[in-house]
């Protein structure tokens, strides 16, 4: 496609992020000035100089905007998974091990600004709120990544625990890694964990039985 | 111990007990005949006949009543632990295999009252708030069950790591259960298949290469 044809979809895409990214800009100064409970939706919308119903359409309530990072990686999900050609996993092995590329992926964006990051978990930190929804961003991200096995027609049932199991891994990540940089291999060491659980018990028990 | 004996703590604990079972009570009402949003702190401390202070010595805000059971669980996982007289863990299956036995005690216990727990699912969809609030409440049942181990001595890389694939496995279970009454035993089979994780792969690879 030649670079002067106009592409609307894509210029209505950039302005939306804009408009986006202004609202995250402003709720992110707010809160660090005034303390996430003192803001308000408005407060928020005046800084961004955009109009309540405008927010409305970006966020469903003033917390989400807080996630507007998590939502991202939930829309990334898919379009990531469609990229890669991978077949049926036949065995919740191989659906674990299936969704570990596209969880580390998720681990590395999270990070990808570290301090950003650090903000993002200091802020959970201080707010039940948002630790509570901080825990459903995750459940969310586990059912689109069963939405992906199954949308490779992996059956139901397998999908759903491979799902959790690769949740448990980065939750297991998040709570083992010190720094953020560390997030990543915390989860791949988990994955591997998580793989070799059979393994573990039958060695243990053929070496001390 | 004779009968006669006054136990002071345990009248005392008895007393705490029926105060707050009529604020869950009272709640309950007012959730089913007003809607959760409707309902304020205020209108259930009066219709409990109690103080707005009572009420906030009993429960954090007016979500923690939904999961008064939760809190209790939680309580409960210590005691439970305790009393098995129960080694240290020395791999990750060892571990997850110690945390099934709780982790299927609290699923019977969750769904001990059919018609409650159903109407607790119910809630739960209509609200978001309430569905984070529950995901948060599981999350922390997992840093208890991982305390748990440690209390058995076992280090807390394995605990982090096997409380959460217990998580996994009552997660699992919840999504494949049809009916409440299914969830005890679809959790079982989610362990069952958690701690084979790695034989499963082993046999495909073996059977296929």
Redesign the interface.
């Known amino acids: 496609m030649p670079p002067s044809t106009p592409v609307p979809a894509s210029l209505m895409e950039r302005k939306r992020r804009l408009v986006q990214q202004r609202i995250i800009k402003a709720a992110d100064e707010l809160f660090a000035a005034e303390g996430f409970d003192s803001v308000s939706v408005s407060d928020i919308a005046a800084r961004a100089d955009v109009g309540r119903t405008t927010f409305f359409r970006y966020f ?1 309530d003033k917390a989400e905007v807080v996630f507007a990072k998590e939502q991202e990686m939930l829309d990334a999900i898919a379009a990531f998974a469609a990229q890669a050609s991978v077949g049926i996993a ?5 659906a ?2 299936q969704l570990r590329p596209i969880v580390l992926l998720l681990c590395a964006q999270a990070t990808a600004d570290l301090q950003a990051y650090a903000h993002h978990c200091q802020l959970l930190e201080q707010h ?2 948002l ?6 961003k ?2 969310q991200i ?1 059912d689109k990544l069963s939405e992906v096995l199954i949308g490779r027609g992996t059956d139901e ?1 397998t999908a ?2 491979a799902a ?2 690769a ?3 980065y ?2 990540a998040k ?2 890694a010190n720094t953020a940089g560390a997030l990543t291999d915390k989860t791949r060491a ?1 994955f591997e ?10 060695s ?1 028990r053929e070496s001390t039985e």
Chains 1, 2 share one sequence.
């Open positions: 469903g036949q065995t919740a092995s191989e674990v091990e039940l709120e630790r509570a929804r901080d825990a459903l995750m459940q586990a049932t759903v625990f959790q199991i949740l448990a891994c939750q297991t709570r083992r988990a964990q998580a793989l070799a659980l059979g393994h573990r018990m039958t243990t």
